[in-house]
């Protein structure tokens, strides 16, 4: 599957596309859901390479949930090792 950004939810499972170039993104929630495997890792940063938001899956069918209400400029999926990230946004 593809990056899906055409609702409030986005779908995330392709890491190093810019989703939001250029514009002012306000992030209400982040789920990482399906890690594989305990080490897995996702990171979220903003276009300009700054880390907004790490997590790293303790087990197999691992999930973080955040709701960390921050504005970013943009957002990149850099690193996501299994499973598929939500964020909630705007």
Do not use: H
């Not at 990171?43 to 069918?61: K, M, Q």
């Amino acid at each position: 599957m593809a990056n899906s950004i055409t609702s409030p939810v986005w779908k995330l499972d392709t890491t190093g596309t810019i989703v939001a170039r250029g514009t002012m993104v306000r992030l209400r929630g982040i789920a990482w859901i399906g890690a594989g495997t305990a080490g897995d890792s996702c990171v979220i940063r903003d276009a300009l390479g700054n880390d907004v938001w790490e997590s790293v899956a303790s087990g197999a069918n691992f999930v973080d949930r955040d709701a960390p209400s921050i504005t970013i400029n943009g957002l990149v999926l850099q690193t996501l090792s299994s499973g598929r990230v939500y964020i909630e946004s705007n």
